[in-house]
């Protein structure tokens, strides 16, 4: 009984803990997400409607680096270095948060089957 709940607490940690991550942060901090809306908003001031559909990506690692990019200026090579590196290091956030949920699943296995060994 002991082995079984101390699986279902971690299982329940890791799954918890994954899940907050994943969903219950932003991808982007709030101050990159305000300085991409500001650059959209700058670079496209004659049209509102690219703003509003510009704006909406800024959620996006890939976009804010875009945009950055633009406003200073780099070429092609250097702006798409750094949407690559942005998007990589948003994946491994995501394979991190993706493995604490397996993790956790696989402690949920775990307790039921120590439960049916006991049974």
Do not use: H, W
Not at 46 to 74: F, H, L, N
Not at 88 to 115: E, K, P, W, Y
């Amino acid at each position: 009984m002991a082995k079984r709940l101390a699986f279902l607490l971690i299982a329940a940690g890791l799954i918890g803990f994954g899940a907050l991550r994943q969903f219950g942060t932003p991808a982007v901090p709030a101050a990159d997400r305000a300085r991409c809306e500001a650059i959209v908003a700058e670079l496209y001031q004659g049209s509102p409607e690219t703003i509003a559909t510009m704006a909406a990506s800024c959620g996006d690692a890939g976009m804010v680096a875009m945009m950055d990019a633009r406003k200073a200026g780099d070429g092609a090579s250097e702006a798409a270095a750094s949407v690559a590196a942005a998007n990589r290091s948003d994946i491994v956030g995501t394979l991190i948060n993706c493995a604490l949920i397996g993790a956790g699943i696989g402690a949920l296995g775990a307790a039921f089957g120590a439960a049916r060994r006991k049974a």
